[in-house]
């Protein structure tokens, strides 16, 4: 067996344990195209820095 967690499965499942998605495939015209979506932090759950 080779690598795990490599190549598009492993980009994908990566991406959904961080509460997104990622698709990959052929694109239009020629190519592969990867979409990848990742949710940001709430600007609230920042840190304030310190004065």
């Known amino acids: ?3 795990t967690g490599s ?3 492993g980009m994908r499942e990566r991406a ?3 509460g997104g998605d990622l ?3 052929p694109a ?6 990867v979409h990848a979506t990742l949710p ?3 600007l609230a759950a920042q840190e304030e820095p310190r004065r």
């Open 40 to 42: 940001l932090a709430p």
């Open 16 to 18: 959904r344990a961080l």
């Open 7 to 9: 190549g598009v499965t």
């Open 23 to 25: 698709t990959a495939g």
């Open 1 to 3: 067996t080779g690598p």
């Open 28 to 33: 239009p015209g020629g190519g592969f195209a």
